[in-house]
């Protein structure tokens, strides 16, 4: 579906649920008294338009010229925001603080001075009680332009008491400030690059990482402080690969909620960001246990009354949990289970296309393409890829280069000879390009070139070789880097013991059991 501009009332409507569309109806007839305004008719054909056109548009408004037909949709849009205000004010901390300094502001320019004090106390409390400290600058900033117009006893006293207030406030949001814009451009390194891809890169990272990072963040007790606190690490943990010290903060950011469970419905985004960090942390470490439990406790809290009645929450749920449910079924090596949930998750996938933005979905097919390639259904696994290598927006070079890689190796697995010397040297300049090439890529690339003049029987040793070079880096975090994004060892695995890749990954899994099961029986 186009998301153009041109396509945003559109877009809205379709986001549209049952109940939303029954309020803005009942909104705007009460409001106009008209029931048969333009406005309506305009809502009601866009709402059965399957793609968004204006001249089929035109044509079924034929009372509508197409001059008008822009105002009429700007004020559609419009309307269309005021019943959803209305409609979720309960639900949002934001939008009840937000009428509550619109209803201080009006008071006050009524004259009536103490019912606006009154007002902003109570928007004050609120949003103290739920460290809402973003607001109390615009609350404060009001009560000081009303204490100075009404001189009383206190004066003095009260503005000393109102500039203190200023000053703690600024000194709050400021620490907050600092560490949400840290958390953010790590973040924002990440989705640009993906992981460190060498010392000199890590370098800077840490460099800029500790210059950035506030004196005395790491003491501070408020929800906000800590969670953006939490989150710059887990972040500047991630592109290092310190996957154990990425696991540590992310536990640490979802406990906070535990610690804290009136922000779990306050930031019930973050929330769900931190438990998709937590499960990708239990991926990385391959700690099966971890990641099927809290998989099991997410999916729950996914199905709760607040996931399920706000889209955002809804989707981003799906898309968190499906991504968990395919790296679980990629560790264990369950690809039958995991092919078999594929249909339902790319049906969401369809239907949640709209509110689904590009990096996700980059991510959802990479994984997708990943357990193709371990069942052994290679030309699937292409069709996945090559999704990711014509995308354009420039995300993710990391998953860019990988995804190359997984195509080469695909074709390689298909037995496409004629591709292999090509697809070698054109995958070779970009990942050379991106800055992306490891001792184990480079080793893959000679191989490749050099793989179909060995018999079966004379491929085993070159095999054996490149398993104890890879085995050989495994202390190295730049060097093995793409063990991140594919299982190269257990591809060289399966191709020395002459078994499916799947099975190799299947008996890992098994193993770890085994060995769990003893250590719980050891203890008793």
């Known amino acids: 579906m186009s998301k153009k501009p041109s396509d945003l009332l559109f ?28 406005v309506i008719k305009l809502f009601d054909v866009l709402d059965k338009l399957p793609i968004y056109n204006d001249n089929a548009l035109l044509k079924k408004l034929k009372d509508v010229t197409k001059p008008q037909l822009s105002n009429l949709k700007a004020h559609l849009y419009k309307e269309l925001l005021a019943s959803l205000r209305l409609l979720k004010s309960n639900d949002s901390i934001d939008l009840q603080l937000n009428e509550l300094f619109d209803n201080a502001h009006i008071l006050y320019k009524k004259g009536l001075f103490f019912q606006s004090l009154r007002v902003i106390d109570k928007a004050k409390e609120q949003a103290y009680h739920h460290q809402k400290f973003f607001f ?12 100075a117009l009404n001189v009383t006893d206190t004066f003095k006293n009260r503005m000393d008491e109102l500039s203190d207030e200023a000053n703690q406030a600024n000194k709050k949001l400021d620490m907050i400030t ?59 943990a991630f592109i290092r690969q310190d996957f154990l010290m990425y696991y540590r903060y992310t536990q640490k950011w979802v406990n906070l909620f535990t610690e804290m469970p009136a922000m779990m419905r306050v930031e019930t985004g973050h929330f769900i960001k931190g438990y998709h960090s937590l499960l990708n942390a239990h991926f990385d ?25 706000n889209m955002n929450f809804t989707v981003q749920s799906f898309v968190y949990i499906a991504g968990a449910k395919i790296n679980f079924y990629n560790i264990t090596g369950l690809c039958e289970e ?57 995300l993710r070079t990391d998953l860019q280069c990988y995804a190359r890689l997984m195509h080469l190796l695909a074709h390689y697995e298909l037995g496409n000879v004629e591709l292999i010397d090509s697809l070698t040297r054109s995958v070779y300049r970009y990942m050379s390009r991106m800055k992306n090439l490891t001792v184990i890529e480079q080793e893959i690339f000679r191989f490749l070139r050099n793989s179909f003049k060995f018999s079966t029987r004379q491929l085993i040793p070159e095999f054996e070789n490149f398993l104890e070079k890879v085995k050989h880096l495994d202390g190295n975090r ?9 299982d190269i060892i257990s591809w060289l695995e399966s191709k020395v013991a002459r078994k499916p890749m799947q099975e190799i990954v299947y008996n890992k899994y098994l193993n770890n059991k085994r060995k769990l099961r003893a250590g719980e029986a050891e203890n008793i």
């Open 11 to 38: 877009q809205l409507i379709r986001s549209l649920e049952k109940a939303e569309k029954r309020h803005f109806k009942l909104y705007i007839t009460r409001s106009s008294g008209n029931e048969d305004l333009k």
């Open 136 to 147: 109390l600058p615009l609350l404060l900033s009001l009560e000081k332009r009303i204490e």
């Open 178 to 236: 600092r560490l949400s814009n840290l958390s953010l451009q790590m973040y924002g390194f990440f989705i640009a690059n993906g992981h460190a891809r060498n010392e000199e890169e890590e370098n800077k990272v840490k460099k800029y990482f500790r210059q950035s990072l506030p004196s005395g963040s790491g003491q501070q007790e408020g929800f906000y402080e800590r969670l953006f606190f939490y989150q710059c690490y887990t972040w500047y």
């Open 285 to 309: 470490l391959r700690n099966y246990r971890g990641l099927r439990n809290d998989l099991k406790t997410f999916e729950e809290f996914a199905q709760s009354k607040r996931v399920q009645d």
């Open 338 to 394: 995991g092919l078999k949930e594929l249909p339902q998750i790319e049906e969401k996938l369809n239907e949640y296309e709209l509110f689904l933005d590009r990096h996700r979905v980059m991510v959802i097919n990479y994984k997708i393409a990943l357990l193709y390639y371990l069942s052994g259904d290679y030309s699937t696994s292409i069709d996945y890829i090559q999704k990711i290598i014509n995308d354009s927006s420039g």
């Open 478 to 486: 730049f060097e093995t880097r793409s063990l991140a994004y594919l």
